[in-house]
Nanobody
Framework: QVQLEETGGGLVQAGGSLRLSCAAS????????MGWYRQAPGKQRGLVAT???????NYADSVRGRFTISRDNAQNTVYLQMVSLKPEDAAVYYC?????????????????WGQGTQVTVDS
């Protein structure tokens, strides 16, 4: 079982910055891609950004150029640096991690989610 512990959410003014962190702990295998997703009230959860174990990144068009995802493999931690925040960025942000149970390519892969951290942006 893997636990994803998120920190960094809070209230900021429009145009402000916030940094989210997510640390993986517990009995885990090899952590592959990690990412951030968000869900606003009344909307479906959507992609914010992902990062592979080798550092390749992917961003939603709505955040590209404003958000930066990074990771520290030694600490099993993924970060999301958010700048120029907009009111539409307000949501619960969830950390996601893909964990491979074994070393073999065909070994099962499981996805884990954090509990979510609230980001509120005042205009």
């Amino acid at each position: 079982q893997v636990q994803l512990e998120e920190t960094g959410g809070g209230l900021v003014q429009a145009g402000g910055s916030l940094r989210l962190s997510c640390a993986a702990s517990g009995r885990r295998g090899s952590i592959g891609t990690m990412g951030w997703y968000r869900q606003a009230p009344g909307k479906q959860r959507g992609l914010v950004a992902t990062i592979t174990s080798s550092g390749m990144t992917n961003y939603a068009d709505s955040v590209r150029g404003r958000f930066t995802i990074s990771r520290d493999n030694a600490q099993n931690t993924v970060y999301l640096q958010m700048v120029s925040l907009k009111p539409e960025d307000a949501a619960v942000y969830y950390c996601n991690a893909c964990v491979k149970a074994g070393a073999a390519v065909e070994s099962p892969t499981y996805e884990y989610w954090g509990q979510g951290t609230q980001v509120t942006v005042d205009s």
